[in-house]
């Protein structure tokens, strides 16, 4: 286990998935501010780079954001990818490597405004992939007709992650993890170029 296992312990890490507003931000605190314990067994310059990046990411979120379930792994994630410059693709380099992950992850698009929206039966628009996940029992019972990608909240098309294509092109095989299939999977197929570039390795 070593050192990565406690990095990749400290990112599985969520904060309490109910409580006040004061109480969670002084959860997050509590790891961003180097006080948990598992950031006391790290190497000096990857606890600094993990206290770099959640530094930057609570610079940047709203006065009302809602950490309830938090993942801290996401936080230090979405701090890279603003400290480098919005660059999707860097901000993954630098996570695969405070977590010794030797492959590549690449994501099907860069575009940093992207979004989520599933279109119900009935008309109706949700956006935001952490509403359609939790849609109410009512909601829910009416059905996904489909999902759209939005650029902000307009649906649209998205280019292609270049590197992506280039993974799918060369892949021996191609497997689909675990996850809903209306957020997890249909997204990545709706981006320009990433079905087809699948069906051609099939």
């Not at 979120?61 to 990818?81: C, H, K, Y």
């Not at 935001?128 to 649906?155: F, K, M, N, S, Y």
């Amino acid at each position: 286990e070593g050192r990565v296992g406690g990095v990749v312990r400290f990112f599985n890490a969520r904060l309490s998935e109910s409580g006040r507003t004061d109480d969670l931000r002084a959860e997050f605190a509590f790891h961003a501010d180097g006080a948990h314990p598992l950031l006391g067994t790290m190497p000096a310059e990857i606890r600094t780079t993990i206290l770099h990046c959640l530094q930057a990411f609570r610079e940047r979120i709203a006065p009302d954001f809602d950490f309830r379930r938090g993942s801290i792994g996401n936080f230090v994630l979405s701090g890279a990818f603003f400290l480098l410059d919005r660059d999707i693709d860097a901000a993954i380099g630098l996570f695969r490597r405070l977590c010794g992950i030797e492959g590549n992850v690449w994501p099907s698009t860069t575009e940093n405004r992207v979004g989520l929206a599933a279109v119900l039966r009935d008309g109706r628009r949700i956006h935001g992939q952490d509403r359609i996940t939790a849609l109410p029992g009512e909601t829910a019972r009416v059905g996904i007709e489909r999902v759209e990608l939005c650029i902000a909240t307009t649906p649209g098309r998205l280019p292609p992650n270049p590197a992506a294509l280039d993974a799918i092109a060369g892949a021996d095989a191609i497997l689909f993890g675990p996850g809903s299939f209306f957020t997890s999977t249909l997204p990545h197929l709706l981006v320009d170029g990433i079905a087809d570039a699948v069906a051609a390795r099939v």
